[in-house]
């Protein structure tokens, strides 16, 4: 079965400046869809990027960026110019390519704060 | 866009009674899922279903049953609930065929069982 890890339960990050959000997951295939979501306290599940791993190009979203390790089965999400409305959940989360009826699988996710 | 609509969005139950969280989907998604979310932890799926009058459990199915005899509505129903029940759910739809993999969700329903 496929894990998804995140290993930073809380990151902080001064506004303006840039924070990187760790993810790594298990897998034992080789296509499959990447994603970072994003829930602010109003809980709402927002997709934030989305990779596919057969493209070898990271994923980028204005001020979101992925670092995209296929090998290391790595994917970290970066922001850049960090604002105060970025503060949330922050969730990793995987899904087979191929097997439609294949849900989500989420990692434990990262709490962003934005310091003024 | 209307999207995913759940309802509703809070309520609090005694040990032991029964309700149904509604779902419904206006984007003829045919994927529906329910996943449970509890404090401080990442999202559990607990049924799932490909079309309608078919579905599957997902990782936390006990306590909980679902129907799907419609593409657009997938109600969770919680038989006797319990206070593990106490979580955050959350319904989300996909459409396989042009599939980006993305999910899209409802707004949650926060139930507490006391």
């Known amino acids: 079965a496929q894990t998804v890890t995140q290993s930073q339960p809380e990151m902080s990050v001064q506004e303006a400046e840039t924070v990187t959000l760790s993810c790594t997951y298990d897998?034992?295939?080789?296509?499959?869809?990447l994603f970072w979501y994003k829930q602010p306290p109003s809980r709402q599940m927002i997709l934030v990027i989305r990779q596919e791993a057969y493209k070898q190009q990271n994923a980028t979203e204005n001020r979101f960026s992925v670092n995209f390790q296929k090998a290391a089965k790595s994917f970290s999400l970066k922001i850049s110019d960090s604002q105060l409305g970025d503060a949330a959940m922050y969730f990793c989360?995987?899904?087979?390519?191929?097997?439609?009826?294949?849900?989500?699988?989420f990692g434990k996710g990262t709490r962003l704060s934005v310091i003024a | 866009n209307a999207g995913v609509t759940q309802t509703p969005k809070f309520r609090i139950l005694k040990i032991g009674q029964s309700m149904t969280l509604q779902c419904a989907q206006d984007m003829n998604h045919n994927y529906m899922y329910w996943y449970r979310q509890d404090p401080g932890m990442g999202l559990k799926l607990i049924y799932y279903s490909v079309g309608a009058g078919i579905t599957d459990k997902g990782e936390v199915p006990n306590g909980y049953n679902v129907s799907r005899s419609t593409t657009e509505d997938f109600p969770l129903r919680l038989e006797l609930a319990a206070p593990s029940q106490t979580s955050v759910y959350f319904c989300a739809s996909s459409y396989i065929g042009r599939d980006t993999g993305e999910l899209f969700f409802g707004e949650g329903s926060r139930l507490t069982v006391l």
């Open positions: 989360a995987y899904r087979n390519l191929y097997s439609g009826n294949t849900p989500l699988v």
């Open positions: 897998t034992s295939e080789s296509d499959y869809y």
